[in-house]
């Protein structure tokens, strides 16, 4: 499998990096094998795997959060002993995290110079500063304001501030961790420009990522981490979606899913002119009407943050209606007065959250007091008024086994479940409470491959069982895939309503932008 | 995959708190040095005075069962993610309740007034609990905070109590009437007399039986039942709990009454049994000592246990030592149970990391050697 890549080209040109036999454990977990890695000089070079496939760590040990426990690391040629990331910046490393490492209080200049403030008087350092920040923001495109508050900055522009901070430390090599994940389209390809710019430049970028239309888009070698071991290096005009999938998962993968037509019967949930406010009060839905039938999957797209959250939180009880209705099978359950989360679990409506770490379980507990979550007064549960862990843990192994959790041990703490096996182990507890309703948000964010492919045939047969599903996702193509009918919502406001089969990323980009269903189907039309 | 090293369980809950204890020793020691005795002479007075001779145990264990009661309140708070700093306001009133009961309902039989008294306390100490807890619940008020104030605002309502009240005619000191002899919790050496049993006298009674039976409740109600698995979601995310349906604010309110109530058995200890009277101040810090336990004994019963009678030891020990070598004064004594508490408590992690790292390092080398033997 090893095959190493681009030596033609570059010649006798030393790598920008060179890893070689890069060993490390945590504990029991082996999270790098003797990794071999060459990042070419003044190329953009992709790094992809599964979430917990040891890119993260590979990624700290380069720029010295963690030592390794063998092998060496070699830049432009020197061997560089990183101890922490101080000597990773003095070889011109500099790293973007997935979260960003910014005072949110502080101006973009001030964020910049932090920790190389240079003197005690702060004015001198502010002054060169401002001219060296002005010089790289023209340089490489950057075009941002050194004194706006950081705070104040959408995250596009956050990222941005975190790039030139690596840049004004003399970054020549810049590694991005997961970047376009908190990121709108529109953000991502311009992070995207930069990183060309900066390639042009001849710096060297790495790019971690597992969205792998990016690493087609962006980049020009790639190399494939699965387990803990670097299973294949490509180049990016020779290899496919499709072949990188199944380097990184290890067999075939279904990138589309496969269903049959809907079968919807009655109404199951109808939703009247529901409001709903936030903590502040401010209006998050704005008079929703919808129905979800049996036998359907009703998708909710839009930009994050146009109420889609509040909207799912509110018909799973967690928070109350200020206007409107709900009715589950004709019954009225309009969360607030005596219809929280409990009675609607009682009354047949299942949740799988938007966020898996804050809301669907205790990262703290083990995996079998995960599986109770909502679900621990169950008399099956029980054996008078003491818990029945025994039972527990057997509905849990069961659970594990008919949702292909990995590892199947229900002793295990949920935290060290990969993200897919956490999702995994939440839809078992929801989808095999057979639910009349189930309201799914984001299945698959922060979700490995191999377990999109299963999650989603999930859900499908949730449909093809005869239930209601609503789903909400910010992912069009998950949407679009699952789907039998698109709601979009922009501002609170369900905008229209679109059939899968009328449905492209087209008409739903401009609805999630707020134009009129009908404008938008126009649109396409004369398009 | 977790970017922490989980420690193994024996590390965590065994080895750690030894070598905290034995670091707060070692500098106790240095102290006790510094003074010009003999550190290890004053070890074994210590251990003598606490386990020497069975009168010494009793008194070990009557201090024990104070810091049972209040480590298990500071615990059942603690699940439910709240810092109870106020068990000892809320045995202290917990106090007021026993001695009213024991001297208003005089005419009941003894096995009633035990169960009776209890009830009183609990319901006392909890209630005393209520209104932090429904100030943290329902309108965002710290519980540190309200929890501290409750302890000054419980000292001086019993102050006036005491002084006002509850002094019996004719008398100068600020102290409830006794509590009528058949209605005293009975003293573990006159039980053990029934079975044959003789020891010296000492003010352990019935309460330490109360404590052992309070430690397995609690055990129980935290890992064994679903209020307990609430009270711990409420505790540890509090978004996941109202996801499941559990509300956070009932699930505080409940939490700390529950620990309000084991707080208050302090007063069992000490009205009904040791003292047999209300006396001023006669929580003497049990309830913040019983922080320190709760963090050594990692919030579990079983931990506690023994974090008190290690305390317990100090406790008696301590005053033993005061006793047998006059430079050691109270206040060296006070010293060297400081010591234990910082180290054990509020510096409890303190080794973890480095323990962590050595941990780290050994289990790869021995990975390695097995590979390699396994390759060869």
């Known amino acids: 499998m090893h095959q190493m890549h681009g030596t033609g080209e570059t010649g006798a040109v030393q790598p920008a990096i060179e890893l070689r036999g890069i060993d490390k454990r945590f504990g029991a977990v082996h999270a790098n094998k003797e990794i071999d890695l060459k990042v070419d000089k003044g190329t953009i070079h992709g790094i992809v795997g599964e979430n917990g496939a040891g890119k993260s760590t590979l990624m700290s040990i380069l720029y010295g959060f963690y030592q390794a426990d063998g092998g060496t690391i070699h830049v432009d040629g020197k061997l560089c002993d990183i101890k922490g990331s101080e000597d990773a910046i003095a070889a011109g490393i500099g790293m973007v995290h997935q979260h960003f490492m910014l005072v949110e209080t502080f101006s973009v200049l001030e964020n910049v110079i932090l920790g190389v403030e240079g003197g005690a008087v702060l004015r001198d350092g502010v002054d060169k500063a401002r001219v060296e920040l002005e010089r790289l923001e023209r340089e490489y495109s950057l075009d941002i304001d050194p004194d706006a508050i950081v705070g104040d900055l959408s995250v596009g522009l956050q990222q941005r501030v975190e790039i030139l901070k690596a ?301 209601a599903v609503l789903l909400v996702s910010v992912e069009l193509d998950e949407i679009m895939s699952l789907a039998d009918r698109i709601l979009v919502m922009c501002d609170g406001v369900i905008i229209g309503e679109v059939s899968a089969a009328e449905a492209n990323e087209r008409i739903l980009g401009l609805m999630m932008a707020g134009v009129d269903p009908n404008q938008a189907k126009a649109a396409e039309g004369q398009a | 995959m977790s970017n922490v090293v989980q420690l193994p369980r024996w590390i965590d809950v065994g080895l750690l708190p030894i070598l905290n204890l034995v670091l707060a020793l070692a500098v106790s020691g240095l102290v006790v040095l510094a003074i010009g005795e003999n550190p290890i002479e004053v070890v074994e007075v210590l251990l003598y005075g606490a386990f020497g001779y069975d009168e010494a145990w009793g008194y070990t264990l009557y201090y024990t069962t104070n810091f049972v009661f209040t480590g298990l309140a500071f615990a059942v708070a603690f699940q439910c993610g709240l810092f109870n700093i106020g068990a000892e306001g809320q045995a202290y009133i917990g106090g007021l309740g026993v001695a009213l009961s024991a001297l208003y309902l005089d005419f009941l039989p003894f096995p009633v007034m035990l169960i009776v008294s209890a009830i009183a306390a609990a319901a006392f100490g909890a209630g005393w609990a209520y209104i932090p807890a429904y100030l943290q619940a329902r309108r965002g008020s710290h519980i540190v905070i309200t929890t501290i104030m409750f302890n000054f605002i419980a000292s001086s309502v019993m102050v006036y109590l005491l002084v006002n009240v509850l002094r019996p005619e004719g008398s100068m000191s600020p102290e409830s009437a006794r509590i009528a002899e058949h209605l005293t919790l009975p003293n573990i050496v006159s039980l053990a007399s029934w079975f044959g049993i003789e020891a010296a006298n000492s003010p352990l009674n019935l309460s330490f039986v109360y404590a052992i039976i309070a430690s397995v409740l609690v055990w129980l109600l935290i890992w064994h039942t679903r209020w307990g698995y609430s009270i711990r979601t409420a505790g540890a995310n509090s978004v996941a709990a109202t996801y499941a349906g559990i509300e956070p604010g009932r699930h505080i309110i409940m939490a700390m009454m529950i620990s309000g109530a084991l707080a208050s058995f302090v007063a069992l200890n000490e009205v009904m049994g040791a003292q047999q009277r209300l006396l001023i101040d006669f929580t003497a810090g049990y309830g913040f000592v019983g922080i320190a336990v709760a963090l050594m004994g990692r919030n579990h019963p079983f931990g506690i246990f023994l974090a008190s009678l290690l305390f317990g030891m100090l406790y008696q020990g301590g005053a033993e030592l005061g006793f047998e070598i006059p430079t050691i004064s109270n206040d060296m004594v006070v010293v060297i149970q400081g010591l234990v508490i910082l180290f054990t408590g509020a510096m409890g992690n303190m080794l973890r990391p480095g323990v962590g790292g050595i941990y780290q390092k050994l289990y790869v080398a021995w990975i390695n050697r097995r590979n390699s033997r396994e390759s060869a």
Not at chain 1, 202 to 229: C, F, P, W, Y
């Open chain 1, 167 to 467: 840049l004004y430390r003399g970054a020549e090599i810049l590694i991005l961790d997961e970047p376009t994940g908190v990121l709108t389209p529109q953000e991502a390809d311009h992070l995207f420009r930069i990183l060309a710019t900066l390639k042009e430049q001849g710096k060297t970028v790495v790019l971690i990522t597992h969205k792998l239309r990016e690493i087609m888009a962006a980049t020009d070698n790639v190399s494939v981490m699965r387990q803990g071991a670097m299973v294949a290096d490509r180049k990016t005009a020779q290899t496919s979606p499709e072949e990188l999938s199944e380097l990184m998962v290890g067999r075939r993968v279904l990138l589309r899913l496969e269903k049959g037509e809907a079968n919807p019967a009655a109404t199951v949930l109808h939703v009247n002119n529901l409001c709903v406010d936030n903590a502040q009060g401010v209006r998050k839905v704005k008079n929703a009407s919808f129905t979800v039938r049996a036998g359907e999957i009703v998708g909710i797209a839009g930009v994050s943050g146009n109420g889609q959250s509040e909207l799912l939180e509110a018909l799973g009880g967690i928070r109350s209606a200020s206007e409107g209705s709900v009715l589950l099978n004709d019954q009225d359950v309009t969360p607030g007065k005596g219809v929280d989360a409990a009675e609607l679990r009682k009354r047949g409506v299942a949740h799988v959250p938007e966020d898996r770490h804050r809301m669907a379980m205790v990262t703290g507990f083990t995996a079998k007091e995960a599986a109770i979550l909502g679900y621990e007064d169950d008399p099956a549960y029980n054996k008078g008024i003491l818990l029945d862990w025994n039972a527990i843990s057997k509905a849990t192994a069961n659970m594990m086994s008919e949702f292909d959790v990995r590892p199947d041990d229900p002793d295990l703490k949920a935290a060290n479940f990969s993200g897919g096996n956490q999702q995994k182990l939440v839809l078992a507890r929801e989808i095999m409470r057979d639910p009349e309703l189930l309201l799914v948000g984001q299945p698959t964010r922060g979700v490995d491959i191999g377990a999109i492919e299963f999650i989603h045939k999930r859900i499908v047969a949730m449909r093809d069982a005869g239930k």
